[in-house]
Nanobody, 123 residues
Framework: QVQLVESGGGLVQAGGSLRLSCAAS????????MAWFRQAPGKEREFVAT????????DYADSVKGRFTISRDNAKNTVYLRMNSLKPEDTAVYYC????????????????WGQGTQVTVSS
């Protein structure tokens, strides 16, 4: 089992920045990739960014490219999401996820999920 705990969410004005953290524990050696997803009220959960645990290869949703950066610190078993130039449409609950076999934008491929952290961007 892998446990994921997100932190770093909050309220920020449009144009501002936040950094989310996701700390992994348990069988972290089994992780192949980690990702961030988000879900706004009344909308489906959507992919934000993903990174391989070892090599650091990344993918981003078009809506966040150039503004968000995913990174990892293997020594700390932590993945980060740096969010710059935030927009009101970025408001959502952000979830961290871990996959043991694949790096993908598909949420159904992820095996473990955190509880989520709220990000609210005011206009």
């Amino acid at each position: 089992q892998v446990q994921l705990v997100e932190s770093g969410g909050g309220l920020v004005q449009a144009g501002g920045s936040l950094r989310l953290s996701c700390a992994a524990s348990g069988r972290t050696f089994s992780i192949y990739a980690m990702a961030w997803f988000r879900q706004a009220p009344g909308k489906e959960r959507e992919f934000v960014a993903t990174i391989t645990w070892s090599g650091g290869s990344t993918d981003y949703a078009d809506s966040v490219k150039g503004r968000f950066t995913i990174s990892r610190d293997n020594a700390k078993n932590t993945v980060y999401l740096r969010m710059n130039s935030l927009k009101p449409e970025d408001t959502a609950v952000y979830y961290c996820a871990a996959a043991i076999s694949i790096r993908t934008m598909l949420s159904k491929a992820y095996d473990y999920w955190g509880q989520g952290t709220q990000v609210t961007v005011s206009s």
